[in-house]
């Protein structure tokens, strides 16, 4: 039966075209400081661009998160996701067990984390085109950037939880 929603595909295009824009930008703000050590620096009018990055990450990793659970829930949209990183989109550690992350699970640990950090990372694997390049019989390595969340929250049983989610596998 239909919810009657209207839901569907396109606020999460937009939402992950935001995230994905936000976070690569974050790895060129150093370079726009005048004094390149962050202990040492004045109040700089870039810091007044940066002062709300950490809510809109935060917004829009919440949003994403929860319409992707409402399109799934719909049209089963994430199912097709995990056929396409088998691998996960991160990892989920639990008493020490790490284990991969799917899509859903990633969605579900964003909406209900306590905290979040992130990282920008770099790899050498494309992060949306390893897979089919490997199932080609290619190896193609570069400079790729990786940015990454790390989200922490409790389960019911009182047993705590860390997910480090990957986040253009994830928005892809």
Not at 17 to 41: G, T
Not at 74 to 82: R, V
Not at 119 to 125: V, Y
Request: overall charge negative; aromatic content about 10%; charged content about 30%.
């Amino acid at each position: 039966m239909r919810s009657g929603l209207l839901i569907n595909d396109e606020p999460l295009i937009k939402l992950g075209h935001r995230l994905l824009c936000l976070f690569f930008s974050l790895y060129d703000f150093e370079a726009f400081y005048r004094d390149p050590d962050p202990r040492l620096r004045d109040p700089d009018p870039l810091d007044n661009f940066r002062q709300f990055e950490e809510n809109e990450i935060s917004e829009n990793l919440l949003t994403l998160a929860a319409l992707a659970r409402a399109c799934d829930d719909e049209y089963n949209l994430l199912g097709e996701a995990n056929k396409a990183f088998p691998r996960g989109v991160g990892t989920l550690t639990t008493n020490g067990k790490v284990e991969p992350l799917t899509i859903r699970e990633a969605c579900n640990k964003i909406i209900h984390a306590q905290s979040l950090a992130y990282d920008l990372a770099r790899g050498t694997e494309n992060p949306i085109w390893d897979k089919w390049y490997r199932d080609q019989g290619h190896t193609v390595t570069g400079d790729f950037k990786t940015p990454a969340i790390f989200v922490k929250g409790t389960r019911q049983n009182g047993k705590i939880w860390e997910a480090r989610i990957e986040l253009v596998r994830s928005i892809n």
